[in-house]
Protein backbone atom coordinates (compact mmCIF):
# COMPACT_ATOMS: atom_id res chain seq x y z
CA UNK A 1 0.00 0.00 0.00
CA UNK A 2 1.09 3.56 -0.87
CA UNK A 3 2.82 5.34 2.53
CA UNK A 4 0.28 8.38 0.97
CA UNK A 5 -3.63 7.46 0.67
CA UNK A 6 -4.98 9.87 -1.82
CA UNK A 7 -8.28 8.12 -1.13
CA UNK A 8 -8.14 9.10 2.51
CA UNK A 9 -9.26 13.07 1.34
CA UNK A 10 -9.64 12.70 -2.23
CA UNK A 11 -6.06 13.64 -3.44
CA UNK A 12 -2.66 14.10 -1.18
CA UNK A 13 -3.38 16.45 1.39
CA UNK A 14 -2.33 19.50 1.23
CA UNK A 15 -0.65 19.46 5.13
CA UNK A 16 1.64 15.99 3.39
CA UNK A 17 2.26 18.50 0.41
CA UNK A 18 4.99 20.02 2.06
CA UNK A 19 7.29 17.17 3.13
CA UNK A 20 6.86 15.92 -0.43
CA UNK A 21 7.87 19.13 -1.96
CA UNK A 22 11.02 19.45 1.05
CA UNK A 23 12.29 16.11 -0.15
CA UNK A 24 11.68 15.97 -3.67
CA UNK A 25 13.56 19.39 -3.63
CA UNK A 26 16.53 17.97 -1.56
CA UNK A 27 16.93 15.00 -3.85
CA UNK A 28 15.99 16.23 -7.03
CA UNK A 29 18.83 18.48 -7.89
CA UNK A 30 19.24 20.18 -11.32
CA UNK A 31 21.83 22.52 -12.72
CA UNK A 32 21.73 22.14 -16.68
CA UNK A 33 18.03 21.25 -17.33
CA UNK A 34 17.33 18.22 -19.60
CA UNK A 35 16.32 20.93 -22.58
CA UNK A 36 19.86 22.50 -22.91
CA UNK A 37 22.62 20.24 -24.10
CA UNK A 38 22.17 21.71 -28.16
CA UNK A 39 23.03 25.02 -28.17
CA UNK A 40 26.52 24.62 -30.22
CA UNK A 41 24.87 22.36 -32.85
CA UNK A 42 25.50 18.83 -33.60
CA UNK A 43 29.28 18.46 -33.44
CA UNK A 44 31.78 20.10 -31.42
CA UNK A 45 34.68 18.26 -33.43
CA UNK A 46 37.31 21.38 -34.05
CA UNK A 47 35.55 24.25 -32.32
CA UNK A 48 36.19 26.12 -28.79
CA UNK A 49 34.72 24.15 -26.28
CA UNK A 50 32.42 26.17 -24.61
CA UNK A 51 32.14 29.01 -27.03
CA UNK A 52 28.48 31.04 -26.87
CA UNK A 53 27.46 28.90 -23.79
CA UNK A 54 27.45 30.81 -20.00
CA UNK A 55 30.30 30.70 -18.33
CA UNK A 56 28.93 29.33 -14.98
CA UNK A 57 28.23 26.01 -17.48
CA UNK A 58 31.52 25.65 -18.93
CA UNK A 59 33.07 23.01 -17.58
CA UNK A 60 35.94 20.86 -17.64
CA UNK A 61 34.82 17.27 -17.60
CA UNK A 62 31.57 15.44 -17.66
CA UNK A 63 31.24 12.36 -15.28
CA UNK A 64 29.01 9.36 -15.65
CA UNK A 65 28.61 7.03 -12.85
CA UNK A 66 28.15 3.71 -13.70
CA UNK A 67 25.25 2.61 -14.64
CA UNK A 68 22.82 0.27 -17.35
CA UNK A 69 20.62 2.83 -19.06
CA UNK A 70 21.53 4.15 -22.43
CA UNK A 71 20.43 7.35 -21.50
CA UNK A 72 22.98 8.68 -19.05
CA UNK A 73 25.99 8.54 -21.93
CA UNK A 74 23.45 9.90 -24.45
CA UNK A 75 23.02 13.22 -22.42
CA UNK A 76 26.90 13.08 -21.61
CA UNK A 77 27.24 13.17 -24.96
CA UNK A 78 25.09 15.55 -25.78
CA UNK A 79 26.51 17.99 -23.44
CA UNK A 80 30.17 17.37 -24.88
CA UNK A 81 28.88 17.87 -28.22
CA UNK A 82 27.32 20.91 -27.46
CA UNK A 83 31.25 22.04 -25.93
CA UNK A 84 30.18 21.78 -22.22
CA UNK A 85 33.13 20.22 -21.44
CA UNK A 86 36.19 18.77 -23.60
CA UNK A 87 36.37 15.09 -21.48
CA UNK A 88 33.80 12.49 -20.62
CA UNK A 89 34.27 10.49 -17.93
CA UNK A 90 32.06 7.04 -17.87
CA UNK A 91 33.06 5.29 -14.58
CA UNK A 92 31.67 1.59 -13.44
CA UNK A 93 32.20 -1.93 -13.81
CA UNK A 94 29.26 -3.94 -12.48
CA UNK A 95 26.75 -4.01 -8.99
CA UNK A 96 28.93 -5.33 -6.30
CA UNK A 97 26.16 -6.41 -5.23
CA UNK A 98 25.17 -8.60 -8.66
CA UNK A 99 29.39 -9.55 -9.80
CA UNK A 100 28.97 -9.12 -13.33
CA UNK A 101 27.20 -6.91 -15.40
CA UNK A 102 23.40 -7.49 -16.18
CA UNK A 103 23.15 -5.93 -19.46
CA UNK A 104 21.24 -2.93 -21.57
CA UNK A 105 18.25 -2.21 -19.68
CA UNK A 106 17.28 0.61 -22.40
CA UNK A 107 17.51 1.06 -25.85
CA UNK A 108 18.73 -2.74 -25.64
CA UNK A 109 17.86 -3.19 -29.84
CA UNK A 110 20.07 0.07 -30.62
CA UNK A 111 22.93 -0.96 -28.69
CA UNK A 112 23.10 -4.73 -29.07
CA UNK A 113 26.75 -5.73 -27.86
CA UNK A 114 27.35 -8.07 -25.26
CA UNK A 115 29.21 -5.37 -22.63
CA UNK A 116 31.38 -7.19 -19.90
CA UNK A 117 31.65 -3.70 -18.15
CA UNK A 118 29.29 -0.35 -17.60
CA UNK A 119 32.26 1.36 -18.32
CA UNK A 120 32.11 -0.49 -21.75
CA UNK A 121 28.78 -0.15 -22.43
CA UNK A 122 29.18 3.76 -21.81
CA UNK A 123 31.79 4.30 -24.19
CA UNK A 124 30.08 2.48 -26.47
CA UNK A 125 27.11 4.91 -26.52
CA UNK A 126 29.84 7.95 -26.27
CA UNK A 127 31.21 6.62 -29.78
CA UNK A 128 28.18 6.24 -31.27
CA UNK A 129 26.90 9.25 -30.33
CA UNK A 130 30.01 11.25 -31.95
CA UNK A 131 32.20 12.11 -28.87
CA UNK A 132 35.85 11.97 -30.25
CA UNK A 133 37.57 8.58 -28.76
CA UNK A 134 40.94 10.66 -27.18
CA UNK A 135 38.17 12.52 -25.09
CA UNK A 136 36.58 9.76 -23.57
CA UNK A 137 38.44 8.84 -19.99
CA UNK A 138 37.97 5.15 -19.01
CA UNK A 139 37.33 4.36 -15.40
CA UNK A 140 36.02 0.45 -15.33
CA UNK A 141 36.59 -0.59 -11.48
CA UNK A 142 34.10 1.14 -9.70
CA UNK A 143 31.13 -1.31 -8.10
CA UNK A 144 28.98 1.44 -6.31
CA UNK A 145 28.30 5.07 -6.54
CA UNK A 146 31.17 6.01 -4.04
CA UNK A 147 33.56 4.18 -6.00
CA UNK A 148 32.96 5.96 -9.53
CA UNK A 149 33.63 9.24 -7.51
CA UNK A 150 36.92 7.99 -5.76
CA UNK A 151 38.18 6.41 -8.44
CA UNK A 152 37.38 8.70 -10.85
CA UNK A 153 39.21 11.03 -9.00
CA UNK A 154 42.41 8.80 -8.77
CA UNK A 155 42.03 8.02 -13.05
CA UNK A 156 42.00 12.15 -13.17
CA UNK A 157 45.18 12.44 -10.59
CA UNK A 158 46.98 9.96 -12.58
CA UNK A 159 46.56 12.20 -15.92
CA UNK A 160 47.50 15.50 -14.09
CA UNK A 161 43.98 17.13 -14.69
CA UNK A 162 42.52 18.42 -11.53
CA UNK A 163 39.16 19.63 -12.73
CA UNK A 164 38.15 23.43 -11.43
CA UNK A 165 34.27 22.59 -12.55
CA UNK A 166 32.85 19.08 -13.80
CA UNK A 167 29.04 18.11 -14.93
CA UNK A 168 27.56 15.13 -13.28
CA UNK A 169 24.98 13.12 -15.66
CA UNK A 170 22.89 10.95 -13.70
CA UNK A 171 19.36 9.42 -12.96
CA UNK A 172 17.55 12.41 -11.37
CA UNK A 173 16.48 10.67 -8.05
CA UNK A 174 20.36 9.60 -7.64
CA UNK A 175 21.42 13.38 -7.75
CA UNK A 176 21.73 13.76 -4.37
CA UNK A 177 24.24 10.93 -3.46
CA UNK A 178 26.35 11.26 -6.33
CA UNK A 179 26.58 15.27 -5.40
CA UNK A 180 27.81 13.87 -1.94
CA UNK A 181 30.46 11.31 -2.84
CA UNK A 182 31.80 13.68 -6.36
CA UNK A 183 31.73 16.70 -3.62
CA UNK A 184 34.01 14.52 -0.76
CA UNK A 185 36.23 13.04 -3.71
CA UNK A 186 37.02 16.72 -5.47
CA UNK A 187 36.33 19.24 -2.36
CA UNK A 188 37.89 22.07 -4.93
CA UNK A 189 35.66 21.20 -7.60
CA UNK A 190 32.42 23.02 -8.50
CA UNK A 191 30.07 20.64 -9.44
CA UNK A 192 26.81 21.18 -11.38
CA UNK A 193 24.58 18.66 -11.72
CA UNK A 194 22.82 17.39 -15.55
CA UNK A 195 20.06 15.07 -14.73
CA UNK A 196 18.26 12.42 -16.73
CA UNK A 197 14.74 11.65 -15.82
CA UNK A 198 13.34 7.78 -16.54
CA UNK A 199 10.31 6.67 -15.15
CA UNK A 200 10.86 7.78 -11.27
CA UNK A 201 10.79 11.85 -11.96
CA UNK A 202 10.35 14.67 -9.44
CA UNK A 203 6.76 15.01 -10.66
CA UNK A 204 5.87 11.57 -10.08
CA UNK A 205 8.00 9.77 -7.33
CA UNK A 206 5.65 9.81 -4.54
CA UNK A 207 2.39 8.35 -6.50
CA UNK A 208 3.52 4.73 -7.04
CA UNK A 209 5.29 2.43 -4.36
CA UNK A 210 8.16 2.06 -7.07
CA UNK A 211 8.86 5.59 -6.71
CA UNK A 212 8.58 5.81 -2.96
CA UNK A 213 10.79 3.23 -2.86
CA UNK A 214 13.41 4.64 -4.90
CA UNK A 215 13.28 7.93 -3.25
CA UNK A 216 12.93 7.23 -0.01
CA UNK A 217 16.11 4.78 -0.40
CA UNK A 218 18.12 7.43 -1.90
CA UNK A 219 17.22 9.32 1.42
CA UNK A 220 17.94 6.38 3.98
CA UNK A 221 21.34 5.90 1.80
CA UNK A 222 22.06 9.77 2.53
CA UNK A 223 21.80 9.10 6.09
CA UNK A 224 23.54 5.89 6.85
CA UNK A 225 26.27 6.69 4.29
CA UNK A 226 27.33 10.28 4.80
CA UNK A 227 29.53 8.84 7.62
CA UNK A 228 33.82 9.08 8.00
CA UNK A 229 33.76 5.51 8.66
CA UNK A 230 32.19 4.40 4.70
CA UNK A 231 33.96 7.72 3.01
CA UNK A 232 37.32 7.82 4.43
CA UNK A 233 37.57 10.91 2.36
CA UNK A 234 34.96 12.46 5.09
CA UNK A 235 37.25 11.72 7.51
CA UNK A 236 40.18 13.37 5.98
CA UNK A 237 38.06 16.41 5.80
CA UNK A 238 37.08 16.89 9.08
CA UNK A 239 40.58 16.72 10.21
CA UNK A 240 41.22 19.18 7.60
CA UNK A 241 38.77 21.24 9.13
Known amino acids: MSI ?28 IPAGQGTENG ?17 ADVIFIP ?25 SGRYSVTI ?34 PDCILQEDEAQFTAENARLSRKLLDTKGLHPKKAIICCKGFHARRCLMYYQLCFPDTELLIAPVEGKVTRENWYRTEAG ?14 FTPEHMPEMAEAMKLG
Open 99 to 132: GKFTGVKSKADTYRKDYATECEFYTDVLLANGVA
Open 4 to 31: WDERACGGICMMDMRIINDITDFIFLED
Open 212 to 225: QRRVLGELARLGTQ
Open 42 to 58: DSAEGADFGEGLPSKTK
Open 66 to 90: GGSYAELPERAAQLWKAGYAPYVLP
